[in-house]
């Protein structure tokens, strides 16, 4: 029966797996040639077109970069990076991307080694993780109905811990996937207003490339939140792009 | 190495300071007392150390000044470099008597070099030294009527380093025999400047040479311009017994020596001093300029600042230049002229700076102040220099992308020369991004097999279990009836079956009802076990005895012998009876 749930989810996973598509070869020679306007372009289009893979996306922050464009490379990288969290480029990249930014909040409360403990695998890596947990923990109850003895009783014990720590650790992530709607700001100097009126006086200024969360949006702005500076503003939306 | 070096260094040194002389001569051993002898030490050799002077008890030693020769020579084909100091000393004879002049030495590479005592006699004096008489007015001459000089300065109370120019003046009314030799005096505490070139004139019939020198005196107090000294060959006439003598310049060296001098030099007054003051005295004039006032960013920009006049040029010092952090500033160099026209010390001392503005716009240079003291009026003046506006354009970022990163890492003998982002990924293989797994319900259900599995394994066996439970006491509620039914089959009618087939089947259907009621097979309930279940499920000991009493007896019967001590089949038939329900009675 266990080995049944493996294939299926084997065959779950590759559902939007697609063939590598030769547009992203015409890109990275468009790159190569140092065409970066059009290569960001070609990466965009196969992108589009369904080639919506980690690789793709650093592709396409490195054109972006090197077209000066430091907020849609950083806005690339993080998706990048949400798909492939442990790519040593993707997060080297990013790392360099944001040394533009004249951003000197700290980019989240948690430390750089928490951080990158908590962000060491993907929504579906913990899921996946967190299942295998509870194949494990029911395996062992199902073994203790016919043998009551020391071994199924150290396996369930240490079967429950191992999956209350992944439930609470994909439990926090998954909350935090849910309730957050980071994106970049795209275009240079955007100036934050109070409320989203057009008439009103810039509140702050946000840097290019600066990671800011989306509360709500209405009418054409977005009202974001700086979670190192704590402070909101409204923003218009195509200041902005989210990062997924 | 070093260590070698050095040591050659020494040896060298050592080797070649061997052939050093020092010789000592004086013009005359014998002198009457009250006269002066003339001594000349001469240092020479390929190294000339500084002279040691001998402690003298007998003599009053005036030092004369010093000169220099160098030669160069070659021998065998070797060149060597010699040089020779030589030394001029004025020894006064304190009494008469028998006098030694004692060694003069000098130490190089650890040697000592002497020079030979020289023996003098001083007798008592037959007739004073002609002394000579005093030219008009002129209190600081000696010598002959014919020849004398004298020393002038033009001023005797001087500041610290306000000029002084010191006039050696020859006077002679006869021709000499050959050049006189110039011994300049002592001028210790000065700063000199020769002040080139001599002046010749003819003045109340003298031939006049001046020699004139800027003295800069270097700190306050009292000082004393020491003896200038001219030796003079001086043709001898008259004394015409040698015919060749009078032709061939039978000719003797007078030795003329001037008077010392005393100078007062004042202190500069506190009074009114400036805090940058930095000791230049004289009349100065400043100047700064750029080579250019149009300017981009990083280009270089040389400043030059020019302090010219009248004064000791070689103290000026560096003017305070205030930038602010929008240029860089190099190194300065300066320039030093010195002009010695009119005899006076003029010239001027240049400061060149290089400047690299940071910045675009107007940038400005500030004013440069420069303090000194004129003697003249007695006091300190500030001049200063214009501002510079300098034009700054934007010029070519150097990489003003990268202007902003952190320094990088420079690990030994890795040597970063930039930094960039890492170069793209290959197309290939890729990672795709992936639908939410916790939002897939198939995921969802999958993840939840093992609890349902559980679940059912779980029912299945509380189903079972109940199940075992209910026949259990469905066999034992419906024991009775089913025994008293096989009881009665028995005892009805219909044919007969033999007394042993009858006993068996009654033995039969009564070790079935007990099986049934203790849920037990019946066949192989021994005797022993039957009543250890029974005595746990009933009370009456009697009872418990009858049923296995009862078991014992239908087995009896049934093996025992036809007719011999049986009951009847219908008694054991009721007997059954009565104990099964007495057995049901009591609970089993």
Same mark, same amino acid.
């Given at each position: 029966m266990r080995s049944l749930a493996k294939i299926i989810i084997l065959a779950l996973l590759p559902v939007t797996m697609l063939s590598a598509d030769s547009g992203l070869d015409a890109a990275n020679k468009l790159y190569e040639s140092g065409k970066y306007t059009e290569a960001a372009a070609a990466y965009g289009a196969a992108i589009n077109a369904g080639n919506a893979g980690a690789e793709a996306y650093y592709n396409l922050g490195n054109a972006c970069f090197k077209d000066k464009k430091i907020g849609f490379a950083i806005l690339n990288y993080e998706k990048a990076l949400a798909i492939s969290p442990r790519d040593a480029d993707i997060k080297y990249n990013l790392e360099f991307a944001r040394n533009f930014v004249k951003d000197n909040a700290v980019e989240d409360s948690a430390g750089r080694f928490l951080n990158a403990v908590y962000r060491f695998l993907t929504l579906n890596e913990l899921c996946a993780l967190l299942a295998a947990a509870f194949y494990l923990l029911m395996g062992g109850l199902i073994f203790r109905l016919y043998r009551k003895d020391e071994l199924s009783y150290w396996l369930v014990s240490g079967a429950s811990v191992l999956f209350l720590l992944i439930l609470l650790f994909s439990g926090a992530r998954v909350l935090e996937y849910e309730t957050n709607n980071p994106a970049i700001v795209v275009l240079l100097s955007v100036e934050a207003k109070s409320a989203p009126i057009d008439a009103t006086p810039a509140a702050f200024t946000l840097p290019e490339g600066k990671k800011v969360y989306i509360l709500n949006t209405r009418q054409g702005w977005a009202e974001v +939140? +700086?979670?190192?500076?704590n402070i909101k503003g409204w923003v218009k939306q195509d200041s902005i792009a989210e990062i997924r | 190495m070093k260590k070698l070096i050095l040591a050659l260094i020494l040896f060298s040194g050592a080797a070649v300071s061997d052939d050093i002389t020092v010789t000592a001569v004086v013009d005359k051993n014998l002198v009457n007392s009250g006269e002066r002898i003339a001594l000349q030490v001469t240092v020479s050799g390929s190294s000339t150390p500084a002279l040691k002077v001998p402690q003298m008890n007998d003599f009053n030693l005036y030092a004369g000044g010093q000169r220099t020769q160098s030669s160069f020579s070659f021998v065998n084909g070797k060149m060597s470099n010699s040089s020779s100091v030589i030394y001029d000393y004025t020894l006064n004879p304190k009494g008469p008597g028998k006098f030694t002049i004692p060694s003069f030495t000098v130490e190089a590479g650890g040697k000592v070099f002497k020079s030979a005592p020289i023996q003098v006699e001083v007798v008592k004096g037959a007739q004073p030294p002609p002394q000579a008489a005093r030219p008009d007015g002129q209190a600081q001459s000696t010598g002959g009527n014919d020849l004398f000089v004298q020393v002038n300065l033009d001023k005797y109370r001087v500041y610290v380093n306000e000029p002084v120019i010191m006039t050696f003046g020859f006077y002679n009314r006869v021709n000499l025999a050959g050049q006189p030799q110039y011994t300049p005096p002592d001028t210790t505490g000065f700063w000199k400047e020769d002040l080139p070139p001599q002046i010749n004139s003819s003045r109340n019939g003298y031939n006049v040479v001046e020699l004139k020198t800027a003295l800069f005196p270097a700190s306050p107090g009292q000082y004393t311009i020491g003896t200038a000294s001219l030796i003079c060959p001086v043709p001898v006439r008259g004394q015409g017994e040698d015919f060749f003598g009078g032709i061939f310049g039978g000719a003797k060296n007078v030795r003329l020596d001037s008077k010392p001098v005393l100078v007062t030099v004042l202190p500069l007054p506190e009074e009114g001093r400036p805090a940058d003051f930095s000791g230049t005295v004289g009349r100065f004039g400043i100047s700064a300029t750029v080579d250019k006032r149009e300017v981009k960013t990083n280009d270089a920009v040389t400043l030059t600042i020019g302090i010219s006049g009248t004064g000791n040029i070689k103290t000026i010092a560096e003017p305070k230049l205030l930038l602010s952090d929008e240029f860089k500033k190099y190194e300065t160099v300066s320039e030093l002229n010195i002009n010695k026209d009119n005899y006076e010390v003029k010239g001027s001392k240049v400061y060149k700076t290089v400047l690299v503005p940071r910045k675009a716009g107007k940038l400005a240079i500030p004013s440069i102040k420069y303090t000194y003291f004129d003697p003249g009026d007695k006091k300190y003046h500030t001049i200063s220099a214009n501002p510079i506006i300098l034009n700054v354009a934007q010029g070519p970022k150097e990489e003003s992308n990268y202007a902003n990163l952190p320094s990088l890492p420079q690990a030994e003998g890795v040597k970063v020369f930039g930094s960039d982002i890492r170069f793209i990924k290959p197309a290939g293989k890729y990672t795709f991004a992936r639908a939410l797994l916790y939002k897939s319900t198939v995921f969802l259900l999958v993840s939840l097999l093992p609890f349902f599995a559980w679940i059912s394994i779980l029912g299945g066996r509380k189903l079972k279990s109940s199940r075992d439970e209910n026949a259990v006491y469905f066999k034992a509620s419906r024991a009775y009836s089913k025994a008293a039914k096989s009881l009665k089959a028995l005892g009805g009618g219909g044919q007969k079956p033999g007394r042993e087939e009858y006993l068996g089947k009654l033995e039969a259907v009564y070790a079935e009802y007990i099986g049934n009621k203790i849920n037990r $097979?019946? !066949? /192989?309930?021994?005797l022993g076990e039957i009543k250890e279940i029974l005595s746990k499920r009933l009370k009456d000991p009697e009872l418990i005895d009858g049923a296995v009493k009862l078991f014992e007896e239908l087995h009896f019967q049934r093996y !025992? $012998? !036809? /007719?011999?001590a049986s009951k009847e089949q219908g008694s054991l038939l009721s007997a059954v009876r009565d104990l099964i329900g007495r057995l049901d009675k009591a609970g089993l």
């Amino acid at each position: 029966m266990r080995s049944l749930a493996k294939i299926i989810i084997l065959a779950l996973l590759p559902v939007t797996m697609l063939s590598a598509d030769s547009g992203l070869d015409a890109a990275n020679k468009l790159y190569e040639s140092g065409k970066y306007t059009e290569a960001a372009a070609a990466y965009g289009a196969a992108i589009n077109a369904g080639n919506a893979g980690a690789e793709a996306y650093y592709n396409l922050g490195n054109a972006c970069f090197k077209d000066k464009k430091i907020g849609f490379a950083i806005l690339n990288y993080e998706k990048a990076l949400a798909i492939s969290p442990r790519d040593a480029d993707i997060k080297y990249n990013l790392e360099f991307a944001r040394n533009f930014v004249k951003d000197n909040a700290v980019e989240d409360s948690a430390g750089r080694f928490l951080n990158a403990v908590y962000r060491f695998l993907t929504l579906n890596e913990l899921c996946a993780l967190l299942a295998a947990a509870f194949y494990l923990l029911m395996g062992g109850l199902i073994f203790r109905l016919y043998r009551k003895d020391e071994l199924s009783y150290w396996l369930v014990s240490g079967a429950s811990v191992l999956f209350l720590l992944i439930l609470l650790f994909s439990g926090a992530r998954v909350l935090e996937y849910e309730t957050n709607n980071p994106a970049i700001v795209v275009l240079l100097s955007v100036e934050a207003k109070s409320a989203p009126i057009d008439a009103t006086p810039a509140a702050f200024t946000l840097p290019e490339g600066k990671k800011v969360y989306i509360l709500n949006t209405r009418q054409g702005w977005a009202e974001v +939140l +700086l979670k190192g500076e704590n402070i909101k503003g409204w923003v218009k939306q195509d200041s902005i792009a989210e990062i997924r | 190495m070093k260590k070698l070096i050095l040591a050659l260094i020494l040896f060298s040194g050592a080797a070649v300071s061997d052939d050093i002389t020092v010789t000592a001569v004086v013009d005359k051993n014998l002198v009457n007392s009250g006269e002066r002898i003339a001594l000349q030490v001469t240092v020479s050799g390929s190294s000339t150390p500084a002279l040691k002077v001998p402690q003298m008890n007998d003599f009053n030693l005036y030092a004369g000044g010093q000169r220099t020769q160098s030669s160069f020579s070659f021998v065998n084909g070797k060149m060597s470099n010699s040089s020779s100091v030589i030394y001029d000393y004025t020894l006064n004879p304190k009494g008469p008597g028998k006098f030694t002049i004692p060694s003069f030495t000098v130490e190089a590479g650890g040697k000592v070099f002497k020079s030979a005592p020289i023996q003098v006699e001083v007798v008592k004096g037959a007739q004073p030294p002609p002394q000579a008489a005093r030219p008009d007015g002129q209190a600081q001459s000696t010598g002959g009527n014919d020849l004398f000089v004298q020393v002038n300065l033009d001023k005797y109370r001087v500041y610290v380093n306000e000029p002084v120019i010191m006039t050696f003046g020859f006077y002679n009314r006869v021709n000499l025999a050959g050049q006189p030799q110039y011994t300049p005096p002592d001028t210790t505490g000065f700063w000199k400047e020769d002040l080139p070139p001599q002046i010749n004139s003819s003045r109340n019939g003298y031939n006049v040479v001046e020699l004139k020198t800027a003295l800069f005196p270097a700190s306050p107090g009292q000082y004393t311009i020491g003896t200038a000294s001219l030796i003079c060959p001086v043709p001898v006439r008259g004394q015409g017994e040698d015919f060749f003598g009078g032709i061939f310049g039978g000719a003797k060296n007078v030795r003329l020596d001037s008077k010392p001098v005393l100078v007062t030099v004042l202190p500069l007054p506190e009074e009114g001093r400036p805090a940058d003051f930095s000791g230049t005295v004289g009349r100065f004039g400043i100047s700064a300029t750029v080579d250019k006032r149009e300017v981009k960013t990083n280009d270089a920009v040389t400043l030059t600042i020019g302090i010219s006049g009248t004064g000791n040029i070689k103290t000026i010092a560096e003017p305070k230049l205030l930038l602010s952090d929008e240029f860089k500033k190099y190194e300065t160099v300066s320039e030093l002229n010195i002009n010695k026209d009119n005899y006076e010390v003029k010239g001027s001392k240049v400061y060149k700076t290089v400047l690299v503005p940071r910045k675009a716009g107007k940038l400005a240079i500030p004013s440069i102040k420069y303090t000194y003291f004129d003697p003249g009026d007695k006091k300190y003046h500030t001049i200063s220099a214009n501002p510079i506006i300098l034009n700054v354009a934007q010029g070519p970022k150097e990489e003003s992308n990268y202007a902003n990163l952190p320094s990088l890492p420079q690990a030994e003998g890795v040597k970063v020369f930039g930094s960039d982002i890492r170069f793209i990924k290959p197309a290939g293989k890729y990672t795709f991004a992936r639908a939410l797994l916790y939002k897939s319900t198939v995921f969802l259900l999958v993840s939840l097999l093992p609890f349902f599995a559980w679940i059912s394994i779980l029912g299945g066996r509380k189903l079972k279990s109940s199940r075992d439970e209910n026949a259990v006491y469905f066999k034992a509620s419906r024991a009775y009836s089913k025994a008293a039914k096989s009881l009665k089959a028995l005892g009805g009618g219909g044919q007969k079956p033999g007394r042993e087939e009858y006993l068996g089947k009654l033995e039969a259907v009564y070790a079935e009802y007990i099986g049934n009621k203790i849920n037990r $097979p019946a !066949a /192989g309930l021994s005797l022993g076990e039957i009543k250890e279940i029974l005595s746990k499920r009933l009370k009456d000991p009697e009872l418990i005895d009858g049923a296995v009493k009862l078991f014992e007896e239908l087995h009896f019967q049934r093996y !025992a $012998p !036809a /007719g011999n001590a049986s009951k009847e089949q219908g008694s054991l038939l009721s007997a059954v009876r009565d104990l099964i329900g007495r057995l049901d009675k009591a609970g089993l």
